[in-house]
């Protein structure tokens, strides 16, 4: 079959795959029978395959040129950067990681925290604490009763807050009851007696034992001259016997405030019983916990209403909490005290416990002991610098164990100072112990401040 070369359109791909599927169609003429408008054209006529290859072919030309079309700007970018554009490394999108949210720590609802109330939430003390509480008749009976804090808040200042904890589904109750109830289940509602009724002693009304937040911030200097101490007349109030006030003058000799709120607690007397606890046989020198080595300090109300109450109109008024009590901040100060020794002497009265432990000063001094009862308070504790909210002003001076007839410290050891002879014990031996007053102070070198209390020798006079 002899071709004209100048009708055929076929290239050399085509006549391959013709070849291939065996067709023999190979053009178009223009006597062919098609339409007018488009016989004046010369076409060949393509297999149905042919026609999805033009479209495949279509469709990568397309999706090239939408690459070329996306990689203009990078590369436009590039070249303006000084960056070699053929070296760009292409960017991936790498997965994102989820950042997970740090949990809140979870809330013991069952420790209740004036913090967090008072200072975080920055609540007042009468959004909580209503002076006085409804059943201060009851607490208190007859003469004794006074209008004062009695009981724990009522459930209504807890709910605008807590809500959700009151009525959590947890048994047999609410771990937030614990707070107040003595046990949390909802057939026994009493309560623990509230803290600061230290003062009540009703065996059927159980007290929790807890460590205060707050310290008292109580100005001595302002009540050492003012207090009086007075006994109860016959017919009058109890109470009567607690405080006289009167602006008196300064005058020599002890003052008659202190015993109105420090009294010598287990006091020996005129008793032959002088140990808390029964010593052993070969006790000898060791010591051993004697009656009357500590002073009480007031546990509650009481002896403060006397004077601040509604009636009087003297500030701080009852229902100012925060201005005696201050939210304490621990201190951490080392005391004369050792546990495994008041464990050995069998001692567990908790005022006991409570005052040894937070000596910082003679952990063995006995305020009924010898001629301590004769002296002044104030020969010893500095009134004018003592901070109850700091326990370091409250430190007695190692100077006041000398006075002026010498005591425990003289200018020489032949003198009799039990301090000299201690401390020239300690010079000869280190590892010798001072027991007059210390229980683990002793063990440690001697202090800078003790050989600097003894006083310089007076010269002898010379023979006339």
Known sequence: MSLDRRNILECAGRAKRRRRFGSNVLYRTRESSRPARIQSGVALRLPPHSTKAVALVVFLLVGLLAVVYVGIPSTTSAAGSGANPLRAAPQSRRPQRKVATPKKPRIDYTKFSHQTHAVTQKLACSACHKVPSKNWKEVRKGDAAFPDVTDFPEHASCLNCHREQFFARERPA?????????????????????????????????????????????????????????PPRPGRDPRAWFVTVALQEKKDGPPKSCPVCHETYQPQGNSSEEYVTKPPKNIGDAFWLKKGTFKTTPKSHTVCFTCHSADSGMAPAPADCNVCHKLATPQSLKVDFDAKLAKTMGITDATILSKWSRRISAGAFRHEGG??????????????????????????????CGGPDGCHITATTDDGGALNSEIDQKKKDPASVCTKCHMTFGKEGIPENHPQAIPTPKPKAKPS
Not at 219 to 226: A, E, G, L, R, S
Not at 376 to 398: E, Q
Request: hydrophobic share 30%.
């Open 174 to 230: 609410p771990l937030i009851c614990s707070n107040c109830h003595v046990k949390n289940s909802p057939r026994d509602t009493s309560r623990w007696l509230f803290p600061s009724l230290g003062d009540i002693t009703d065996p059927l009304i159980k007290r929790r034992g807890l460590v205060s937040e707050f310290g008292v911030g109580f100005p001595h200097d302002k009540h050492i001259d003012v207090v009086g101490f007075n």
């Open 371 to 400: 001629e301590h009862p004769d002296l002044n308070c104030t020969g010893c504790h500095n009134v004018p610098t003592m901070n109850t909210l700091d326990a370091k002003t409250l430190k007695v001076p190692v100077r006041s």
